[in-house]
C-alpha cells in the first residue's frame, strides 16, 4: 500500500514539474522577449525624436525653400553629424528610397528592407536581424518638415549586447527554476519513502493549527529536506526582501527620470529669465519717463532690441550647453567690450537687489571664441554674483592683461563655501547656497559657464576666502587682433 501511494504521488509530482517548468519556462521568454522589444521602441523613439529636433534646426537655421533639396544636399553632412552625435550607423535616402549617403556601406547593402520600404510608404517601422553572434536593428522614418516629406532616415543599432543579456538571463532562470524543480522532486522523493515517520506530527500539529494555535512549529532533527524546509523558507524571505530593494531602486530611478526632465525645463526657465528682466525694466523705465530723457530712451530701446534678438537664438542654442563641444565658428571678439556692455545692462537688475557693480575693464582684451558664448558666460557669472552676495554690498569686475593672458575676475562679499562644496559648483543641478537660492534657479549656471569656458579653450577657478568670493577666468591672449584694432 505505501509503494502504491508513492508511485501515484512520484508520478503526479513528475507531470506537475513538467507542466509547470513548461509553463514558466514559455512565460519568462515571453516576458523577456516583450521587454526588449518595448526597451527598442524606446530607444528608436528617443533616436527620432533627437534626430528631428537636428533637422528641424537646421531646417529652421537656414530657411531653405525648396526643403527637399536641401535635405538632398545636405545628406552627407547630416548624415556624418548623426552618425556622430548618435554614434549609430546613419543612412539617408530620398522620398523614394533612393539612397543618398550611408555612414557604413556594408551594414546598408543588406537585402532586407521592409522598413524602408514602410518608410517609403510614410511610416515608421524598424526591422530586428538575428545572426550568430549578433542581433541588430534597421530603423526607418520619413522626415517630414512643415507637413511635407522631405527624405528617409535609416538607423542601423546594434542590440546584441541586450540580447546576449535577456539570454544569460534566460538561462540563468530555467537553471535556477530546473534547480528548484529538481530539488522539489528529490525531496519529495524522500519524503515518500519516509512518510509514516512525519505523518503523526503533522496530523497532530495541523489539530493544534485548527485549533487556533498559529504559532506551531515543526522541527525534525534530522538534516534532510523536511529538516532544511524551514531554512529554505528563510532563504526564500530573504531573496523576496532583497528583490522588494532591488524595486524601490528602480522606483528612486525612475523619479529621478522625472526630475531630470523637469529640470530640464527650469533650465530654458532660468536661461530666458534674465533677458527677459531686462527688457522689462528698460520698458517699465520707458514708460514712465517717455522720450524726455532722449539719450536714454535711445539706449534702453537698442537694449531692448538686442535682447530680443537674443532670445530669438537662445532657444536654439540652449541644447548646445551640455555638448562641450569647441565651436567651429570662432572669431576675434574684444571680451573686455562684452564685458562692460553686460555690466551696464545688469546694473538695473543688481539694484533691484540693493546691489551695486563696479567695473574696472582695461581696453583690447582680445580673444577667440564666440561672442554670444562670451556675453552668456559673463550673464551667468554676475548674475550668480547678484543672487548670492550680501546684500548692500558692491561687486568688482575686472578685466586686465595678464602673464600674456586675457583675464576675468568677478570679486563679492558672500557666505563661505566649503573646500567640498567648491569642488561641486561647475556640477549640473548642485546649489551651494540652496538655502538663498532665487525661486526655479536649478543650478544650472555654473555648469553653463563651464562649457563656454572649455568650448572658447580657457580656464576658470572659484575661491572662497575671508567671506569673499572669487572667480577667476583666463583665455589665450589673441595679440594680433589687438595690434590690428
Same mark, same amino acid.
Given at each position: 500500500?505505501?509503494?502504491?501511494?508513492?508511485?501515484?504521488?512520484?508520478?503526479?509530482?513528475?507531470?506537475?514539474?513538467?507542466?509547470?517548468?513548461?509553463?514558466?519556462?514559455?512565460?519568462?521568454?515571453?516576458?523577456?522577449?516583450?521587454?526588449?522589444?518595448?526597451?527598442?521602441?524606446?530607444?528608436?523613439?528617443?533616436?527620432?525624436?533627437?534626430?528631428?529636433?537636428?533637422?528641424?534646426?537646421?531646417?529652421?537655421?537656414?530657411?531653405?525653400?525648396?526643403?527637399?533639396?536641401?535635405?538632398?544636399?545636405?545628406?552627407?553632412?547630416?548624415?556624418?553629424?548623426?552618425?556622430?552625435?548618435?554614434?549609430?550607423?546613419?543612412?539617408?535616402?530620398?522620398?523614394?528610397?533612393?539612397?543618398?549617403?550611408?555612414?557604413?556601406?556594408?551594414?546598408?547593402?543588406?537585402?532586407?528592407?521592409?522598413?524602408?520600404?514602410?518608410?517609403?510608404?510614410?511610416?515608421?517601422?524598424?526591422?530586428?536581424?538575428?545572426?550568430?553572434?549578433?542581433?541588430?536593428?534597421?530603423?526607418?522614418?520619413?522626415?517630414?518638415?512643415?507637413?511635407?516629406?522631405?527624405?528617409?532616415?535609416?538607423?542601423?543599432?546594434?542590440?546584441?549586447?541586450?540580447?546576449?543579456?535577456?539570454?544569460?538571463?534566460?538561462?540563468?532562470?530555467?537553471?535556477?527554476?530546473?534547480?528548484?524543480?529538481?530539488?522539489?522532486?528529490?525531496?519529495?522523493?524522500?519524503? #515518500?519513502?519516509?512518510?509514516?515517520?512525519?505523518?503523526? %506530527? !503533522?496530523?497532530?500539529? /495541523?489539530? &493544534? =493549527? $485548527?485549533?487556533?494555535? *498559529?504559532?506551531?512549529?515543526?522541527?525534525?532533527?534530522?538534516?534532510?529536506?523536511?529538516?532544511?524546509?524551514?531554512?529554505?523558507?528563510?532563504?526564500?524571505?530573504?531573496?523576496?526582501?532583497?528583490?522588494?530593494?532591488?524595486?524601490?531602486?528602480?522606483?528612486?530611478?525612475?523619479?529621478?527620470?522625472?526630475?531630470?526632465?523637469?529640470?530640464?525645463?527650469?533650465?530654458?526657465?532660468?536661461?530666458?529669465?534674465?533677458?527677459?528682466?531686462?527688457?522689462?525694466?528698460?520698458?517699465?523705465?520707458?514708460?514712465?519717463?517717455?522720450?524726455?530723457?532722449?539719450?536714454?530712451?535711445?539706449?534702453?530701446?537698442?537694449?531692448?532690441?538686442?535682447? #530680443?534678438?537674443?532670445?530669438?537664438?537662445?532657444?536654439? %542654442? !540652449?541644447?548646445?550647453? /551640455?555638448? &562641450? =563641444? $569647441?565651436?567651429?565658428? *570662432?572669431?576675434?571678439?574684444?571680451?573686455?567690450?562684452?564685458?562692460?556692455?553686460?555690466?551696464?545692462?545688469?546694473?538695473?537688475?543688481?539694484?533691484?537687489?540693493?546691489?551695486?557693480?563696479?567695473?574696472?575693464?582695461?581696453?583690447?582684451?582680445?580673444?577667440?571664441?564666440?561672442?554670444?558664448?562670451?556675453?552668456?558666460?559673463?550673464?551667468?557669472?554676475?548674475?550668480?554674483?547678484?543672487?548670492?552676495?550680501?546684500?548692500?554690498?558692491?561687486?568688482?569686475?575686472?578685466?586686465?592683461?595678464?602673464?600674456?593672458?586675457?583675464?576675468?575676475?568677478?570679486?563679492?562679499?558672500?557666505?563661505?563655501?566649503?573646500?567640498?562644496?567648491?569642488?561641486?559648483?561647475?556640477?549640473?543641478?548642485?546649489?551651494?547656497?540652496?538655502?538663498?537660492?532665487?525661486?526655479?534657479?536649478?543650478?544650472?549656471? *555654473?555648469?553653463?559657464?563651464?562649457?563656454?569656458?572649455?568650448?572658447?579653450?580657457?580656464?576658470?577657478?572659484?575661491?572662497?576666502?575671508?567671506?569673499?568670493?572669487?572667480?577667476?577666468?583666463?583665455?589665450?591672449?589673441?595679440?594680433?587682433?589687438?595690434?590690428?584694432?
Amino acid at each position: 500500500m505505501i509503494r502504491k501511494i508513492s508511485l501515484k504521488f512520484l508520478l503526479g509530482l513528475l507531470f506537475i514539474f513538467l507542466i509547470s517548468f513548461m509553463v514558466l519556462s514559455q512565460t519568462v521568454q515571453a516576458f523577456i522577449r516583450t521587454s526588449n522589444q518595448d526597451l527598442i521602441t524606446s530607444e528608436l523613439v528617443g533616436l527620432k525624436n533627437n534626430s528631428n529636433v537636428y533637422v528641424r534646426q537646421a531646417f529652421l537655421i537656414n530657411h531653405y525653400s525648396n526643403n527637399e533639396l536641401y535635405f538632398g544636399e545636405m545628406a552627407e553632412e547630416l548624415g556624418n553629424s548623426l552618425n556622430h552625435a548618435t554614434g549609430n550607423s546613419v543612412g539617408v535616402y530620398t522620398v523614394n528610397g533612393e539612397p543618398l549617403y550611408t555612414s557604413d556601406k556594408s551594414v546598408f547593402q543588406q537585402k532586407e528592407s521592409k522598413d524602408l520600404q514602410e518608410a517609403v510608404a510614410g511610416k515608421t517601422a524598424y526591422s530586428i536581424r538575428y545572426s550568430e553572434n549578433q542581433t541588430s536593428v534597421m530603423f526607418s522614418y520619413p522626415v517630414v518638415i512643415d507637413g511635407a516629406k522631405v527624405g528617409i532616415l535609416r538607423y542601423f543599432k546594434d542590440f546584441s549586447q541586450l540580447y546576449q543579456q535577456s539570454n544569460r538571463i534566460l538561462d540563468i532562470t530555467l537553471y535556477i527554476t530546473l534547480a528548484i524543480f529538481s530539488a522539489a522532486f528529490l525531496f519529495s522523493y524522500i519524503l #515518500s519513502r519516509h512518510i509514516t515517520l512525519p505523518l503523526g %506530527k !503533522l496530523a497532530h500539529a /495541523s489539530s &493544534q =493549527v $485548527k485549533n487556533g494555535n *498559529l504559532d506551531v512549529r515543526i522541527r525534525f532533527k534530522r538534516k534532510d529536506e523536511i529538516g532544511r524546509l524551514a531554512e529554505n523558507f528563510n532563504d526564500m524571505i530573504e531573496q523576496i526582501s532583497r528583490q522588494i530593494s532591488i524595486i524601490s531602486n528602480d522606483r528612486d530611478h525612475l523619479k529621478e527620470l522625472h526630475q531630470q526632465e523637469k529640470r530640464f525645463f527650469d533650465n530654458i526657465t532660468h536661461e530666458l529669465k534674465t533677458p527677459l528682466t531686462s527688457i522689462l525694466g528698460y520698458a517699465e523705465m520707458i514708460k514712465l519717463n517717455g522720450e524726455r530723457d532722449r539719450g536714454f530712451f535711445e539706449k534702453g530701446m537698442n537694449h531692448i532690441i538686442e535682447e #530680443s534678438k537674443r532670445l530669438h537664438t537662445m532657444v536654439l %542654442k !540652449l541644447l548646445e550647453v /551640455s555638448r &562641450q =563641444v $569647441k565651436g567651429d565658428d *570662432l572669431e576675434a571678439v574684444d571680451a573686455g567690450a562684452v564685458l562692460r556692455d553686460v555690466c551696464d545692462s545688469m546694473a538695473m537688475r543688481a539694484q533691484r537687489y540693493k546691489k551695486k557693480i563696479r567695473a574696472d575693464i582695461e581696453s583690447d582684451l582680445w580673444i577667440m571664441g564666440q561672442t554670444s558664448r562670451i556675453r552668456q558666460l559673463f550673464i551667468n557669472l554676475i548674475d550668480n554674483a547678484i543672487k548670492y552676495s550680501w546684500a548692500f554690498s558692491e561687486i568688482e569686475v575686472k578685466g586686465l592683461h595678464a602673464d600674456g593672458k586675457v583675464r576675468f575676475v568677478l570679486d563679492n562679499p558672500s557666505d563661505a563655501i566649503s573646500s567640498e562644496q567648491l569642488s561641486k559648483l561647475f556640477e549640473p543641478f548642485y546649489l551651494a547656497h540652496s538655502k538663498d537660492s532665487e525661486q526655479g534657479s536649478v543650478g544650472l549656471g *555654473l555648469s553653463i559657464v563651464k562649457s563656454i569656458v572649455d568650448e572658447q579653450e580657457g580656464a576658470i577657478s572659484v575661491i572662497s576666502h575671508n567671506n569673499r568670493t572669487v572667480v577667476t577666468v583666463e583665455f589665450d591672449r589673441l595679440k594680433a587682433a589687438e595690434e590690428g584694432s
